[in-house]
């Protein structure tokens, strides 16, 4: 069983910042592409940014530039850096992994989702 446990979160003014983790426990052969992904109120779950394992990535367009993703492959953790977050910014984030249990089989793995409020 494998596990995705996010922190961080929580309330912040316009303009401030916010540091997300997620780490993934349990039986772990290896992790390609990790990210997070956000849904805010009546809003469709949308990419935020993803890494893969050689580092590569990826941003969606509305954070470029302002929220930064990184990983620790041996930690088997993925760190979401945002600045000058807007209320617009407003979601529960989601850690998702794409995870290997064993050399052939490979899942989606989700965390809970940790909740990021941007009001003043």
């Known amino acids: 069983q494998v596990q995705l446990v996010e922190s961080g979160g929580g309330l912040v003014q316009p303009g401030g910042s916010l540091s997300l983790s997620c780490a993934a426990s349990?039986?772990?052969?290896?992790?390609?592409?990790m990210g997070w992904y956000r849904q805010g109120p009546g809003k469709e779950r949308e990419l935020v940014a993803t890494?893969?394992?050689?580092?590569?990535?990826t941003y969606g367009d509305s954070v470029k530039n302002r929220f930064t993703i990184s990983r620790d492959n041996a930690k088997n953790t993925v760190h979401l850096q945002m600045n000058s977050l807007e209320p617009e910014d407003t979601a529960v984030y989601y850690c998702n992994a794409a995870i290997y249990s064993s050399p052939l089989y490979r899942f989606d793995a989700w965390g809970r989702g940790t909740q990021v409020t941007v009001s003043s």
């Open positions: 890494i893969t394992s050689g580092g590569s990535i």
């Open positions: 349990g039986r772990i052969f290896r992790i390609n592409t």
